[in-house]
């Protein structure tokens, strides 16, 4: 019998009987007959199993499962996973500082951090990795070669690299140091007819970004600021606690900004505002969107809640729950959602709901109609159980239908990236860059030359209505009438770039960026492109 289907049969035993606890006592008799019954599957597989059994891949494989029961969020890291449990924490690991990306069984630097070991060493997005200390990794993918890039600090290795422009392969001896991304990766002001306004962009609430984003802070009041967008855009969470400093410069002292609720009535807890605010009068905007979850969802709701902020963009994700660790045996963490949090007006904004799964195993989300109404600081309506509604709607996606979305996925503006950098070793700095008429001429026929073809939605729904045409067996002249709107439709790949050349220019000059410019000429390229960010620069 498989050992996967068999941990599987005992845990689902297990998951049903303490579901069905009902005191204390019955809880405790309940889960050791459960331990008794897996580990006697453990047993009787040891004794009769025809093979040697992985004990520690079993045991993975059974406490992955059960916590997939559960929500995505509660999550086991053994031993071995010290190092991703440590990044989780504090942003932290040990390595070389880049992104990979792997297209036809061939991977490349996708990105590579600015003044990290990569860059330092003078590695660049666009190189193929071929080797690491000589050994060939022909047929390895993103992940393993990652893997393999990660290690102790101080140790060093020799990177090998293919580059386009390059007749011989490159080979670096690159140093791992430990790499810390900035949680503040863009903080400028920008000059508008009402005066200064600071930018800031925060990525997520690791150890220690609070400090980070106070620094900023006063850098950009240091630089006339006169009001703030705070840009959460994107920003998945992190530490709670790291979200009531940052909304300490912001609101009065002993401000109530979250509380959470949970089975263990003594764990409850109620954040508050602990410093005197610096900026308590500076006019605030935030920014976000479907991927701000979390504790970016905790400072923007509380600012909303509170009347204290004007929320931009769309509605945020809707991670109401709570996660605290707990340390396993054997060097293991567990990470638990152990409450759910509440917003100042009352409202949680816990969008899924876990505890109720279809029977394909799908999410239910909840439901408009079961949602409820609460009041901001002045008595605006708000509500729960959705994540957060902005106080002003603007979408700014590509639509996973249109011809940008396919290039994206077919990695064609990162491809011709590396093309165009090797023959122009240089371009204008990134608040000057622009992807011209000729740029985009040499994009076109880069992807004619890659055989790049899109299939268009309507193409699609053509081909749809010509099948079910010949199914119905209808007339042949109007069939033909049908098929003499091929002709007109065509694979009009010139004619789609030029329609959406907005967005082109858009993601192609970002790739560009980020091969000169690396991370920061992309964000600054992308500025001018930001229908959110002018949104909030112009409102009244």
């Given at each position: 019998?498989?050992?996967?289907?068999?941990?599987?049969?005992?845990?689902?035993?297990?998951?049903?009987?303490?579901?069905?606890?009902?005191?204390?006592?019955?809880?405790?008799?309940?889960?050791?007959?459960?331990?008794?019954?897996?580990?006697?599957?453990?047993?009787?597989?040891?004794?009769?199993?025809?093979?040697?059994?992985?004990?520690?891949?079993?045991?993975?494989?059974?406490?992955?499962?059960?916590?997939?029961?559960?929500?995505?969020?509660?999550?086991?890291?053994?031993?071995?996973?010290?190092?991703?449990?440590?990044?989780?924490?504090?942003?932290?690991?040990?390595?070389?500082?880049?992104?990979?990306?792997?297209?036809?069984?061939?991977?490349?630097?996708?990105?590579?951090?600015?003044?990290?070991?990569?860059?330092?060493?003078?590695?660049?997005?666009?190189?193929?990795?071929?080797?690491?200390?000589?050994?060939?990794?022909?047929?390895?993918?993103?992940?393993?070669?990652?893997?393999?890039?990660?290690?102790?600090?101080?140790?060093?290795?020799?990177?090998?690299?293919?580059?386009?422009?390059?007749?011989?392969?490159?080979?670096?001896?690159?140093?791992?140091?430990?790499?810390?991304?900035?949680?503040?990766?863009?903080?400028?002001?920008?000059?508008?007819?009402?005066?200064?306004?600071?930018?800031?962009?925060?990525?997520?609430?690791?150890?220690?970004?609070?400090?980070?984003?106070?620094?900023?802070?006063?850098?950009?009041?240091?630089?006339?600021?006169?009001?703030?967008?705070?840009?959460?855009?994107?920003?998945?969470?992190?530490?709670?606690?790291?979200?009531?400093?940052?909304?300490?410069?912001?609101?009065?002292?002993?401000?109530?900004?979250?509380?959470?609720?949970?089975?263990?009535?003594?764990?409850?807890?109620?954040?508050?505002?602990?410093?005197?605010?610096?900026?308590?009068?500076?006019?605030?905007?935030?920014?976000?969107?479907?991927?701000?979850?979390?504790?970016?969802?905790?400072?923007?709701?509380?600012?909303?809640?509170?009347?204290?902020?004007?929320?931009?963009?769309?509605?945020?994700?809707g991670k109401g729950l709570v996660q605290s660790t707990r340390s396993i045996e054997h060097g293991g963490n567990l990470k638990v959602t152990t409450a759910k949090y509440y917003l100042p007006s009352g409202r949680c904004i816990q969008a899924f709901d876990y505890s109720k799964r279809r029977e394909d195993g799908n999410i239910r989300r909840v439901p408009d109609s079961l949602t409820h109404e609460f009041r901001t600081a002045k008595g605006r309506i708000v509500r729960d159980g959705g994540g957060i509604k902005p106080d002003i709607e603007v979408e700014d996606t590509i639509t996973r239908f249109s011809i940008c979305y396919s290039l994206y996925q077919q990695n064609m503006f990162f491809r011709f990236s590396n093309v165009y950098h090797a023959a122009h070793p240089k371009v204008a700095p990134a608040a000057e860059f622009e992807v011209d008429q000729a740029i985009i001429d040499e994009f076109e026929a880069f992807l004619k030359e890659q055989g790049f073809s899109y299939d268009s939605e309507t193409a699609k729904c053509y081909r749809l209505l010509l099948q079910c045409a010949e199914i119905d067996d209808i007339a042949p002249e109007t069939l033909e009438k049908i098929k003499e709107l091929e002709k007109a439709m065509g694979n009009d790949l010139n004619g789609a770039l030029r329609r959406q050349n907005y967005d082109i220019r858009q993601l192609l000059g970002a790739a560009l960026m980020q091969h000169y410019y690396k991370e920061y000429g992309r964000s600054i390229y992308m500025l001018k492109f930001d229908r959110v960010l002018k949104k909030a620069l112009n409102k009244e």
């Open positions: 019998m498989n050992i996967k289907i068999t941990t599987r049969v005992a845990l689902l035993a297990l998951v049903a009987m303490l579901s069905t606890a009902v005191s204390a006592q019955q809880k405790t008799t309940r889960i050791k007959e459960a331990i008794d019954i897996y580990v006697d599957v453990l047993r009787q597989l040891d004794i009769n199993y025809v093979d040697t059994i992985d004990y520690e891949s079993v045991n993975e494989d059974a406490i992955n499962y059960l916590l997939y029961q559960l929500d995505p969020y509660t999550s086991y890291y053994s031993s071995k996973d010290e190092d991703q449990f440590k990044y989780l924490r504090t942003g932290k690991y040990s390595g070389i500082g880049s992104r990979l990306l792997t297209i036809d069984s061939a991977t490349y630097i996708e990105e590579v951090f600015d003044a990290m070991p990569a860059d330092k060493a003078g590695v660049r997005a666009g190189d193929k990795i071929v080797a690491i200390d000589g050994k060939s990794v022909k047929g390895q993918n993103a992940s393993e070669i990652n893997k393999q890039l990660r290690g102790v600090a101080g140790t060093t290795f020799k990177l090998t690299v293919e580059r386009l422009g390059e007749k011989k392969p490159l080979t670096f001896s690159i140093t791992r140091d430990e790499i810390k991304m900035p949680t503040v990766p863009l903080a400028i002001t920008i000059p508008t007819d009402k005066g200064k306004v600071g930018y800031l962009v925060f990525s997520e609430f690791t150890l220690g970004s609070a400090e980070e984003f106070a620094q900023a802070l006063y850098k950009l009041r240091n630089e006339g600021m006169e009001s703030l967008v705070i840009d959460l855009r994107g920003n998945g969470g992190g530490i709670v606690e790291e979200a009531v400093k940052i909304l300490g410069h912001f609101l009065p002292q002993s401000t109530t900004v979250a509380q959470t609720k949970g089975k263990d009535v003594k764990r409850n807890k109620t954040y508050r505002t602990h410093t005197a605010p610096d900026f308590e009068d500076l006019p605030l905007t935030i920014l976000v969107d479907n991927n701000t979850a979390s504790a970016s969802e905790i400072v923007a709701g509380a600012l909303q809640d509170l009347d204290r902020a004007t929320l931009i963009g769309s509605h945020t994700f």
